[in-house]
């Protein structure tokens, strides 16, 4: 097991990169935990290191002091990962490991504290110690690359929520029809098919609502002909 390491203040600031009054004040903006007290020292930890080094990354990308004041405190205040991922990991998704400088790089300006504080609801994201943690790889590169493309964050989180409802539907009925007939052992060696449906559906779902939007926008004229 890794021994614990503490650092007196100078020590600290040193390894940072900062000096001992940028120390204080973000200690005073409560922007890093309290520390240790033993009398009148006061000990830090590398819990307190990588907050500094995540503070930095953050300046340099240019989020304000206050903004990262507010990202931290939801930080502090959000689920924990065995609260995100209940009895165990997800039996098909991935999760994924996240420094908060990390999630801010992949949704460029957009890592509010409110649009944290709605993942976090949501339960796309948990704390690990100074880690973030993401339940589902494919949900983290389709969320980033919805931004990419120009779509707010927020708006995608608000989405994903409302497919949260549907699936969760589908879901059940899916495992209704299946305990109808089958024991409760074979959920999971049929759940492919399950997904597959669901899958195989959305494809022709997109396919009518795509011919149904350029029959919309087609010119009068040539609707007529």
């Known amino acids: 097991m890794t021994e614990k390491r503490e650092y007196r203040m100078e020590e600290l600031a040193g390894l ?21 007290r033993e009398g009148r020292i006061a ?6 290191l990588a907050r500094l080094r995540t503070i930095a990354a953050l300046l340099e990308r ?4 206050n903004g990262i004041a507010e990202l931290a405190d939801a ?7 065995g609260d995100l991922l209940g009895l165990g990991e997800p039996t098909e998704e991935t999760p994924v490991r996240l420094t908060p400088e990390e999630l801010a790089a ?5 890592v509010t504290p409110e649009n944290l504080a709605a993942a976090m609801d949501l339960g796309y994201l948990g704390t690990d110690g100074d880690e973030l943690v993401h339940i589902s790889h494919s949900l983290l590169e389709v969320s980033s690359a919805l ?17 949260r409802e549907h699936a969760d539907a589908l879901a059940e009925l899916f495992t209704t029809l299946i305990l109808r007939h089958a024991p409760e052992q074979d959920l999971d060696r049929l759940r492919p098919l399950a997904r597959s ?14 011919r149904k ?13």
């Open 147 to 163: 931004v990419r493309e120009g779509i707010p964050l927020a708006e995608v989180l608000q989405a994903g929520a409302r497919v």
């Open 106 to 110: 992949r949704f460029e300006g957009e």
């Open 75 to 81: 930080f502090d205040h959000g689920r924990d990962v």
């Open 213 to 225: 939007q350029a029959e919309q926008t087609r010119p009068a004229d040539t609707q007529r002909s």
């Open 197 to 210: 449906v669901v899958e195989a559906e959305l494809s022709l779902a997109l396919d009518r609502r795509t």
């Open 62 to 65: 240019g989020h304000t002091l």
């Open 43 to 48: 000990w830090y930890d590398d819990h307190h």
């Open 16 to 36: 940072a990169g900062i000096t001992v009054r940028t120390l204080r004040f973000y200690r005073e903006r409560k922007l890093i935990p309290p520390p240790r």
